[in-house]
Nanobody, 127 residues
Framework: QVQLVESGGGLVQAGGSLRLSCAAS????????IGWFRQAPGNERVFVGV???????DYADSVEGRFTISRDNAKNTLYLQMNSLQPEDTAVYYC?????????????????????WGQGTQVTISS
């Protein structure tokens, strides 16, 4: 049974930082493409970033330069370091996993193509 469990969310002031974690079990973590999405109230789930098997990364324009994704395959854990947070970053953050080959750089931002999802962790940024 595949499980993705996010943690590390919370309330911070604008300009602050948070690091989210996503602990994975039940899947061959190192062979999966892993990513982060977020969903604000009343909005669709949107792509934040992805880390590929070879640990290269891609990010949404809105977070490029502020957010960093990393993975520790020995710990089966994905991380999202978020700096210079702004109120518009407020959302529930989800980690997701997918088999290599199911997505490309052209389709990575489509939630429907990702196979496994965590339950989400709330991030709230106060102004």
């Amino acid at each position: 049974q595949v499980q993705l469990v996010e943690s590390g969310g919370g309330l911070v002031q604008a300009g602050g930082s948070l690091r989210l974690s996503c602990a994975a079990s039940g899947l061959f973590f190192s062979s999966r493409v892993i990513g982060w999405f977020r969903q604000a109230p009343g909005n669709e789930r949107v792509f934040v970033g992805v880390i590929w098997r070879v640990s290269s990364t891609d990010y949404a324009d809105s977070v490029e330069g502020r957010f960093t994704i990393s993975r520790d395959n020995a710990k089966n854990t994905l991380y999202l370091q978020m700096n210079s947070l702004q109120p518009e970053d407020t959302a529930v953050y989800y980690c997701a996993a997918v088999q290599p080959g199911r997505i490309t750089r052209s389709t990575m931002n489509q939630p429907a193509l990702w196979t496994y999802w965590g339950q989400g962790t709330q991030v709230t940024i106060s102004s």
